[in-house]
């Protein structure tokens, strides 16, 4: 009789304690993205961007160079490693350019194989460097009245021209009436371009960067923010944030100091309204996607085995700066990777960086993203041989082909089935916990009324509570609308 009351005390104790860990942790967490805060993107509101002379040239935009008087478009030949051209009557990846953007006027243009354009001691155009210097920077000067005609100065004072389709050089005198048939005129095309940390601090420059960022870390998310919305249900907020942040106050250039200040009050604000934080790193050095959000410079994808170990040094910082307090949630390694054949280096870091959180913490949970380029179950049983870790998965009826000629109840019952499936496909017993990491309630059905917009939103709501670490909706505020958890809320768009 005493052994079999032992035990039930024992069971008791057990039993409460699990109970008390869950209700710790608030498992499954209803959380929003904080997006556009300390990891800049262009749809803030207000936009930070405006203010930026030359906002059409900031670093990675894209651009083609069509000679006025030859009608010919520039080309880097053979893709870069050879002489500039003017002699192509369309334009696609080898006529296209991405500008590092060196001042307010000064540029380096990149070209598709990542050489930089430069002139040669026969000031004859070539794109063979594998780094900018002086014969890389060039002037861009806007005709006034026409501000796509171009004229490009080279630093030895002369500018470019167009002598034929063969020869294009740095070895025109003189001024210009901005004729079609002047060599050194040229017509430029945007046509992309990237509005991200990089571009935003760059773009104002070291001088007036420091307090237009500091501005916006201050007022764009408050205290009052975490107590609008824990009293409209969230339990966390999921903070991306980037690789910069470890070398705050002083990050490498163009990065500004003042984010790990605002990721710290992130906390205290959590903990004050009973919500969790899930720090997520969003930019990674070398960038993991090429987007806005991943810090990178021109939209390139370089992140690899060459930047593990300060990708790493990043998460150790993290962890051991917020591993043991009691508002994290989580600590998310990297937010949707494309990386192709780099799988491997992928694998590779989530060990190291699995391990970092580790050192510091025995209980935090660690959230692994799934590559975007690959299926979403590809690294379920990798994911499961760790302790508690969360496998993160971002689900848009966007960016695709198939979602553009659906109708509501076409996308309504996408997230019923085909979203469930997806989900389900991840949600395994003794494996990693769940995590619907980004979700939205835009999409991209013509005039569709309120109404549907708060079915579209119930059904994602019914299917996403099915994860068992969570969901995340992208994102708390911007630019637009149906995008903005807060304005849908405060509208009657969505109820949580």
Request: charge should be negative.
């Amino acid at each position: 009789m005493g052994s079999q009351n032992y035990l039930s005390i024992l069971m008791a104790l057990f039993l409460c304690s699990c109970y008390s860990h869950t209700s710790a942790q608030n498992l499954p967490y209803k959380a929003v993205n904080l997006g556009n805060w300390l990891v800049t993107e262009g749809w803030m509101k207000p936009s930070l961007f405006d203010g930026i002379v030359n906002k059409d040239l900031l670093d990675g935009t894209q651009v083609q160079l069509k000679s006025t008087k030859l009608q010919k478009f520039l080309v880097a030949e053979n893709g870069g490693g050879d002489n500039v051209l003017a002699n192509r009557d369309s334009a696609s990846g080898w006529e296209t350019f991405r500008i590092w953007r060196v001042s307010d006027s000064t540029f380096n243009f990149r070209v598709f194989s990542k050489q930089f354009i430069g002139f040669d001691s026969g000031n004859k155009l070539v794109a063979t460097s594998n780094s900018p210097s002086n014969p890389e920077t060039f002037q861009i000067i806007k005709n006034r009245s026409d501000p796509n005609k171009i004229r490009i100065k080279a630093s030895n004072g002369l500018f470019l021209q167009a002598k034929s389709e063969t020869v294009v050089s740095a070895d025109y005198h003189g001024p210009t009436n901005w004729e079609d048939n002047d060599p050194s005129v040229f017509l430029m095309t945007i046509v992309k371009t990237l509005q991200g940390e990089y571009q935003i601090t760059n773009g104002y420059g070291p001088q007036r960067a420091p307090q237009v960022m500091q501005d916006h870390w201050n007022t764009y998310i408050t205290e009052e923010d975490f107590k609008f919305m824990s009293a409209n249900g969230l339990t966390a907020v999921r903070i991306p944030v980037g690789w910069w942040i470890a070398h705050d106050p002083n990050p490498p250039k163009p990065f500004v100091g003042g984010s790990l200040a605002a990721l710290d009050s992130a906390f205290t604000w959590a903990q004050n309204h009973g919500m969790k934080v899930i720090v997520d790193l969003h930019a990674v050095q070398g960038s993991q996607n090429g987007n806005d959000h991943s810090g990178a410079r021109d939209g390139y994808t370089e992140w690899g085995d060459s930047y593990i170990p300060d990708t790493v040094a990043v998460i150790d910082f993290l962890a051991q700066r917020y591993g043991n307090k009691p508002s994290l949630g989580g600590i998310g390694l990297m937010s949707g990777p494309t990386l192709g054949p780099n799988l491997d280096s992928l694998k590779k870091y989530y060990q190291q960086a699995h391990a970092a959180v580790r050192k510091h913490s025995e209980t935090a949970y660690v959230i692994m993203s799934n590559p975007l380029d690959h299926g979403s179950k590809e690294l379920l049983s990798f994911f499961g041989g760790f302790n508690r870790v969360v496998i993160d998965v971002h689900y848009y009826n966007l960016y695709s082909d198939e979602f553009n000629n659906m109708n509501v109840q076409q996308n309504i019952d996408y997230i019923y089935n085909q979203r469930a499936s997806d989900l389900s496909g991840v949600t395994t017993t003794n494996g990693p916990l769940s995590f619907v990491g980004e979700w939205t309630a835009e999409w991209a059905v013509r005039g569709p009324s309120m109404e549907d917009y708060q079915r579209f939103a119930k059904a994602q709501l019914e299917v996403y509570s099915r994860a068992t670490f969570g969901w995340a909706y992208w994102v708390y505020k911007c630019q637009d609308d149906h995008w903005s958890l807060k304005w849908m809320i405060e509208n009657g768009y969505i109820k949580l």
